[in-house]
């Protein structure tokens, strides 16, 4: 059996785009994705480490009830433009980024390793499913995670979704970026949110995620919805998970 650290690395190997093959568990060449067989409802009978998938802890969630208000301080965003590649890894469209760009939690600095996106929304607020949403994934040195998630509704252009999507692969891959992009582009002005406690939203499902779900929504058109369902093929988001006894702050 894994450790949850073990697992929590593996998920980040995923979420990196470390391991190669779309839906391939490192080492052990198992399948997983959205529809059939091997979609939601069956990940964690497709192997001991994804286990986790039936936590009671997971994510995503629909933000509704159980909120609690809570004092909490504002989000520290450090970002620098790292954004040197993006990759088609088989489930989402993904940026990696080189170090330098951070965020402070709890006093704790974590590092931003890369940026994808789910369409539809994987999240809910308030029973509200969202075009689109970004999930911008940092580990600090531990390897613990934060997840900073960021709806998209149907309007005007973003730059760095353009800049993005513009250069990634139909197929299965990775391409250079001619400019190194700053996620900064993907964040509202305002930057009140939401906080739980979930996990990672594909398999192994390693819990113990710090999930910050910003309130403000951003805007893509609908050309560029449109562009990244006909890259990806298919819808890429996990169902809404049960809350069970966990409290939202905001």
């Known amino acids: 059996m894994q450790t949850k650290q073990g697992m ?3 998920g980040l190997a995923i979420l990196s785009g470390v391991a190669s093959g779309a839906g391939e568990h490192p080492g052990h060449g198992v399948h997983w994705g959205y529809q059939g067989d091997v979609g939601p409802a069956y990940w964690a009978s497709l192997q001991p480490e994804f286990s986790a998938c039936l936590g009671k802890n997971q994510s995503p969630i629909d933000v509704a009830a159980q909120r609690v208000a809570a ?3 504002p989000i520290r965003f450090d970002y620098e433009a790292g954004g040197y590649e993006v990759v088609n890894n088989g ?3 993904q940026v990696n980024m080189e ?3 951070t965020i ?5 600095r974590f590092d931003l390793k890369q940026f994808h996106f789910h369409s539809p929304s994987e999240n809910h607020i308030g029973g509200k499913s969202y075009p689109l949403e970004a999930h911008l994934v940092h580990a600090d040195e531990q390897g613990s995670l934060a997840v900073v998630a960021i709806m998209f509704e149907q309007g005007k252009d973003n730059a760095i979704v353009g800049a993005a999507w513009s250069h990634a692969p139909t197929r299965q891959g990775t391409n250079a970026l001619p400019s190194k992009l700053s996620a900064s582009g ?5 930057r009140a949110y939401y906080r739980y406690s ?3 939203t594909t398999p192994p499902c390693s819990e113990g995620v710090r999930w910050i779900l910003l309130k403000e929504p951003m805007t893509v058109t609908g050309d560029q919805l449109a562009a990244f369902r006909k890259t990806v093929g298919f819808s890429n988001n996990r169902p809404v998970q049960p809350i069970n006894a966990r409290s939202i702050l905001e």
Request: aromatic share 0%.
């Open 198 to 200: 979930g996990s990672l």
């Open 104 to 108: 402070i939690v709890d006093g704790i």
């Open 99 to 101: 170090p330098g760009s």
């Open 186 to 190: 993907l964040l509202p002005e305002k």
């Open 91 to 93: 489930h989402t469209l």
């Open 71 to 73: 004092e909490m301080n």
């Open 8 to 10: 929590i690395s593996v």
